[in-house]
């Protein structure tokens, strides 16, 4: 007797099993080697998506394999809830953002149940959560108290008509105006938290050699970081201040015919003449509008102006004349450089555009010293030229040779650069968790004191769409006394960026309510030791690539202060990444509403069933490449797990001809080692089927089958032999028989024979 394969069924009762069990909870166990699996927390959009699907379906996978390879696994999961969507919802509804979160996350807890994966629930975090965010603030703390977070003016957008900071996604428009208004919008400088993970960046660049990521994240977060080594060398202005510049090439000294400052250089006021100070105004202006991307961008037209003033060249005496331009960034290096058109792209651009010299200084690879075309960089062959003292010198190691010579001479020294920034925390919204802050006339900047976290976040705050944080317009929030002398003061109302939050769930799951209620102290760890010391760091990673250069960077920064503050003693936060492909519609594009090709996944489980959904996911390629949706091959996945359905429950239709009794043991060996194998991919149908066959404990709880390599040596294999394409006759043969004589053999059957009729062999897979 055997009933149908009914997913709907099986599926359910299994996860209510499996939690009512508590067989995805996990202890330590020192008994066995551990192993902490974790996917990037979800955002809780509201809908779990394919991406979800396809994040997590792998992942669960992969920990379940493991926990059969006797680990002892944990696999969290939770929600990255604080962020700017919520906000929108907020103001568009007239809800506090955290009833859209809270409804949002309860629906996501359904759907993602329906998947079956082994997430120890127990263990959930949402950095929404007081109880999460405390510990948020508490970290913020340690870092003010380290140093480590400082307060610094930092250019933010502003709009000069609504009178307000503007958020990056309400700038619009190649021309930078304000969402609602349209005026153009103005860089503002306003006082912001920062994190000084530029301390941090020789260590994030030279510590990837130790820790298994993909070369595609290591390679985004190489050029994120920046690294470049040259020298600063000092020119001088004709009123004789000393003007700093950072080249990494420093074997081009001699080629520089003209300067160009930052339109922010301190010294731009000062060496511009009288008939060009409005140009130089006026163009400055411009420039203030723009940020730093925009500026920077390759293809952007090159503008500029002349100063009036000239410098003098110290390795040559000469004085080239100083433009400002906004392709020069006052954040990066010195804000000045020396422009030496010949060798550099922009610079050349630059000087034909204003027809300024460009003299040629590296030799090319041939020798070539003629005028030239296009800038050359000349970084590997050829030799210096027209530069005095270094004619003749070759550019390989030439950097280094002009380094010493500045430095003996007093013109200059070695520097690095890093493209990398301090970390902007500051956010004038209101869906994060508070700065622990308060400014207070008499004491100064105060930090909430530890015993006083949680900063809560007022349910009752009034959502207008004005750009700033409600926190600021919410007299119970923002007045308060300060904690030091007990005087009126002001909270901070800005609240940390979601990044900040999210760079330390991992550490959060391992125990976070295990203080619940309870006042912190400076010297609590916000985890469970015990439980710390065993799970962590983690050891496997998974999530989209789009984050390599955000918050994998910034939770690995987050960890290397974290240990310089004695809180963990490692120095990664996750030792293995792996980054998932994407899922694209079944028209090969990426899913998208406008194009009407989103896959809704719900609708495939209704459909099919959970399990089929996950394998049809594991199926649809590796997993780091993702591809389409594909209808036929879904269905292909169902009709595999009704056939095992019916094998397993001896469905006559699928066992005929019926059994010999004979082979019973075997086909029973085999069907459990069937249902081991495909217990991880397909959790419920392999459980349902389990017990089935008279087991009792869960197929989750098995160790994975091993195989008797010796016995499964075969003592002949079969060859089938192709002829274009089609199988036209078969070789029996010892196993590791040669190539060469497989062939011989091949051309030597009567079938192929026939089949090749006399052509010769154009190519062979050359077994
Ligand atoms: C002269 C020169 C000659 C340069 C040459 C390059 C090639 P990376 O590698 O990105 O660090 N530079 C320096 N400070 C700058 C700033 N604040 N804004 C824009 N550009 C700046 O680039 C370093 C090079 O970028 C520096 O070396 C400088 O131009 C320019 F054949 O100096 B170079
Ligand atoms: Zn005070």
């Not at 203030?288 to 009036?308: L, P, Q, S, W």
């Not at 008279?694 to 075969?714: C, F, I």
């Given at each position: ?64 394999f ?24 907020a ?26 994966a ?7 975090a ?25 307060r ?11 009178n ?5 996604e ?9 969402e ?10 306003l ?31 190489d ?7 040259g020298?600063e ?5 004709e ?10 090439r ?35 202006a ?35 004349p ?32 204003y ?19 296009e800038?050359?960089?000349?970084k ?29 001479k007093?013109l ?7 493209r990398?920034?301090?970390?902007l ?6 869906w ?27 349910d009752d ?19 308060v ?9 002001e ?13 330390w ?66 120095d990664?936060?996750m ?12 028209d ?37 490449m ?10 292909g996945?169902?009709?595999f ?10 469905d ?17 060996q085999a ?20 017990h ?11 160790r994975w ?8 040596q ?7 032999v192709?002829?274009?394409?089609k199988v036209?006759d ?6 590791g ?28 897979c050359?077994?």
């Amino acid at each position: 007797m055997s009933e149908r394969y009914n997913p709907a069924a099986i599926e359910t009762k299994w996860q209510t099993v499996w939690e009512e069990q508590g067989i995805d909870k996990t202890q330590m166990d020192e008994g066995k080697p551990k192993w902490y699996a974790l996917t990037m927390l979800p955002y809780p959009s509201g809908d779990l998506h394919t991406g979800h699907w396809y994040a997590y379906t792998p992942s669960d996978a992969a920990a379940r394999f493991k926990r059969m390879h006797g680990y002892n696994v944990f696999f969290p999961i939770g929600f990255d809830a604080f962020g700017l969507p919520a906000e929108n919802a907020a103001i568009k509804r007239g809800a506090h953002p955290a009833q859209w979160t809270w409804a949002n996350i309860a629906r996501m807890r359904t759907q993602l149940r329906r998947m079956g994966a082994m997430w120890a629930w127990d263990s959930e975090a949402v950095s929404a959560d007081p109880e999460y965010y405390k510990w948020s603030q508490w970290f913020f703390r340690k870092f003010y108290d380290a140093g480590i977070a400082y307060r610094e003016y930092a250019p933010v957008d502003w709009c000069p008509t609504c009178n307000t900071t503007l958020a990056r996604e309400q700038v619009w428009g190649d021309d930078r105006h304000c969402e609602r208004c349209g005026t153009p919008v103005i860089k503002k400088n306003l006082e912001q938290w920062k994190f000084r993970i530029t301390n941090y960046a020789d260590e994030l660049l030279d510590d990837m050699a130790q820790i298994d990521w993909p070369e595609r994240v290591k390679g985004d977060a190489d050029q994120w970081i920046g690294r470049s080594i040259g020298a600063e060398v000092t020119f001088h202005t004709e009123q004789g201040d000393p003007l700093v510049i950072f080249t990494t090439r420093p074997d081009t000294l001699w080629g520089a015919t003209f300067m160009v400052l930052a339109p922010e250089h301190a010294l731009v006021d000062s060496v511009t003449t009288v008939e060009y100070r409005s140009a130089v105004a006026a163009y400055k202006a411009q420039a203030a509008r723009m940020d730093e991307i925009e500026r920077g961008a390759a293809d952007k037209e090159k503008t500029g102006v002349f100063t009036g003033g000239f410098a003098r060249n110290p390795v040559n005496g000469e004085m080239i004349p100083i433009w400002i331009a906004d392709y020069v960034m006052m954040g990066y290096g010195t804000g000045a450089i020396m422009a030496v058109p010949a060798h550099d792209e922009r610079d050349f651009a630059f000087a034909t555009k204003y027809q300024l010299p460009i003299r040629r200084v590296i030799t090319g690879p041939d020798g070539a010293t003629g005028p030239l075309a296009e800038a050359y960089a000349g970084k590997e062959d050829g030799a210096m030229i027209n530069s005095g003292p270094f004619d003749g010198t070759p550019v390989e190691g030439a950097v280094t040779k002009v380094i010493q010579w500045l430095e003996e001479k007093n013109l200059g020294v070695g520097a690095v650069n890093y493209r990398l920034r301090d970390w902007l925390i500051s956010r004038q919204r209101m869906w994060g968790a508070p700065i622990p802050i308060i400014y207070c006339p008499t004491c100064g900047v105060v930090p909430v004191p530890y015993e006083e976290l949680p900063v809560l976040l007022p349910d009752d705050a009034e959502f207008r769409p004005t750009g700033e944080s409600p926190l600021k317009y919410h007299e119970g929030f923002r007045y308060v006394k300060c904690p030091t002398c007990g005087g009126d003061a002001e909270r901070e109302t800005d609240t940390m960026d979601t990044f900040m939050c999210s760079s330390w769930y991992q550490y959060a799951d391992v125990s976070l309510y295990w203080k619940k209620g309870e006042p912190l102290k400076a010297d609590d760890l916000p985890w469970d030791k015990e439980k710390g010391d065993y799970w962590l760091p983690v050891d496997q990673y998974t999530g989209g690539i789009e984050h390599a250069t955000m918050h994998l960077l910034y939770t690995r920064f987050f960890t290397k202060a974290l240990r310089d503050l004695g809180v963990v003693n490692f120095d990664e936060p996750m030792q293995r990444l792996f980054n998932q492909g994407m899922i694209l519609g079944p028209d090969g594009e990426k899913m998208s509403k406008s194009r009407g090709n989103v896959i809704n996944p719900d609708e495939f489980v209704d459909r099919y069933g959970a399990d089929t959904v996950r394998g049809y996911l594991m199926f649809i390629g590796p997993w780091d490449m993702g591809g389409p949706w594909d209808m036929n091959a879904i269905e292909g996945v169902h009709r595999f797990l009704h056939r095992v359905w019916g094998v397993v429950t001896d469905d006559p239709q699928m066992t005929n001809p019926t059994l010999d009794p004979n082979i019973t043991p075997v086909w029973n060996q085999a069907i459990r080692s069937l249902l081991l194998m495909m217990a991880p991919i397909f959790p419920h149908i392999s459980e349902e089927l389990w017990h089935v066959e008279g087991n009792t404990s869960s197929v989750h709880l098995q160790r994975w089958p091993e195989a008797d390599l010796e016995k499964a040596q075969e003592d002949e294999v079969v060859v089938v032999v192709q002829v274009n394409g089609k199988v036209r006759d078969k070789l029996t043969v010892a196993p590791g028989t040669d190539a060469t004589v497989l062939r011989k053999q091949a051309l030597a059957l009567e079938n192929v024979t026939r089949w090749m009729a006399g052509k010769q062999v154009q190519r062979d897979c050359g077994a």
